[in-house]
């Protein structure tokens, strides 16, 4: 089960699995984004490859006009996976 | 396998083993062509937002977080081991 909700704040919360199945939905959300950006991961308790992939492109996007993702409350696991896949260098996280 | 071996309508097959102290995890892929992941291009993880490419990382993070993977290819039949010794690891 996956959910990527934009909050009235401006803030998108992610939570379940974002797995390659969830692409779409995901995609749905991202794309709206067009300014800087926290991604909240407190309730996310697993990302693909594939999700990685969707946030690059969003953050690859988004540095064309000098605005980026904050991704904020990651669990361990995920901060891991960031760190193998090296976007930890390339992303802002908290 | 089940996103990229679209040409085949055959069940994958999965096994999941514990050898000692090791994980051993195998998948098999009936009527397909080749394809070889630890020959697999390497992703530039250090690069630069703006020279990252969008794909690739799900080879790369196998290989970060397995000891082993093996890749066999014959009778039109893939099969890839993984191995994961389990001890010292929070799995």
């Known amino acids: ?94 | 396998m089940v996103k990229y071996s679209k040409e085949s309508a055959s069940d994958i097959s999965i096994d999941i083993a514990k050898k000692n102290s090791t994980l051993v995890v195998t998948m098999i892929d009936f009527d397909v062509d080749p394809f070889d992941l630890t020959k697999a291009k390497e992703v530039d993880v250090k690069a630069h937002l703006e020279d990252r490419k969008v794909g690739g990382l799900g080879i790369h993070l196998t290989k970060q977080m397995v000891d082993k993977i093996d890749y066999e290819y014959k009778n039109r039949q893939s099969k890839i081991t993984f191995m994961l010794n389990l001890e010292n690891k929070n799995v």
Do not use: P, W
């Open chain 1, 1 to 94: 089960m996956f959910e990527a909700k934009m909050k009235e704040s401006g803030e998108i919360l992610l939570s379940g699995r974002f797995d390659a199945s969830q692409v779409e939905q995901a995609s749905q959300v991202l794309d709206k984004i067009n300014d800087s950006c926290n991604i909240n991961f407190a309730e996310l308790d697993y990302i693909s490859s594939a999700g990685l992939g969707i946030l690059l492109k969003t953050q690859k996007r988004l540095s064309d006009s000098g605005a980026k993702l904050k991704l904020t409350n990651m669990n361990k696991h995920i901060k891991d996976v960031f760190q193998y896949a090296g976007f930890d260098t390339i992303f802002e996280i908290e």
